[in-house]
C-alpha cells in the first residue's frame, strides 16, 4: 500500500472520530499521553519476548514481530493525536528535527 504521510495521518483522524463517536466523547491530550505511555509499555514487553529476555518459545516469534509492528503503529497515532492537539505539523517538525542533527553532525565534521 502506497500512500503518503498525510493520507496516513487522515486515515488515523478518520479511525479517532470513529471511535470517538462509540466512547462517547473525545480525548484530551492527557488521554493521548496516558495511552502512548501504555503503547509504549507494551512496545517494551514485546521487544523483551522478542530478544528471549521473558519467553523462548521460538513458535511465537513472528506473530510476536507482527506486534511490534502493531505497537509502533499505535505509537505514531497517539503522537499523531498529540501533534494535533498542539497544532504542529509532525511531518515539518520530523523534517525539521533530522535538518537540525544533520547541522549538528556536519558541525563535528561527520
Same mark, same amino acid.
Given at each position: 500500500?502506497?500512500?503518503? *504521510?498525510? =493520507? &496516513?495521518?487522515?486515515?488515523?483522524?478518520? %479511525?479517532? #472520530?470513529? *471511535?470517538?463517536? @462509540?466512547?462517547?466523547?473525545?480525548?484530551?491530550?492527557?488521554? &493521548?499521553? @496516558? +495511552?502512548?505511555?501504555?503503547?509504549?509499555?507494551?512496545?517494551?514487553?514485546?521487544?523483551?519476548? =522478542?530478544? #528471549?529476555?521473558?519467553? *523462548? #518459545?521460538?513458535?511465537?516469534?513472528?506473530?510476536?514481530?507482527?506486534? @511490534?509492528?502493531? +505497537?509502533? &503503529?499505535?505509537? %505514531?497515532? =497517539?503522537?499523531?493525536? %498529540? /501533534?494535533?492537539?498542539?497544532? @504542529? #505539523?509532525?511531518?515539518? &517538525?520530523?523534517?525539521? /528535527?533530522?535538518?537540525?542533527?544533520?547541522?549538528?553532525?556536519?558541525?563535528?565534521?561527520?
Amino acid at each position: 500500500m502506497d500512500i503518503t *504521510f498525510e =493520507q &496516513a495521518v487522515d486515515m488515523y483522524r478518520n %479511525i479517532v #472520530n470513529r *471511535f470517538t463517536k @462509540i466512547e462517547g466523547k473525545p480525548w484530551g491530550v492527557e488521554g &493521548a499521553m @496516558i +495511552e502512548l505511555s501504555k503503547q509504549v509499555g507494551e512496545l517494551s514487553k514485546c521487544v523483551m519476548v =522478542q530478544e #528471549n529476555y521473558y519467553c *523462548f #518459545n521460538t513458535e511465537e516469534t513472528e506473530k510476536n514481530r507482527m506486534q @511490534i509492528g502493531n +505497537e509502533l &503503529a499505535d505509537i %505514531i497515532g =497517539q503522537t499523531i493525536r %498529540i /501533534a494535533e492537539h498542539y497544532g @504542529i #505539523n509532525l511531518l515539518e &517538525a520530523y523534517i525539521a /528535527a533530522r535538518e537540525d542533527e544533520d547541522n549538528y553532525l556536519r558541525s563535528k565534521g561527520v
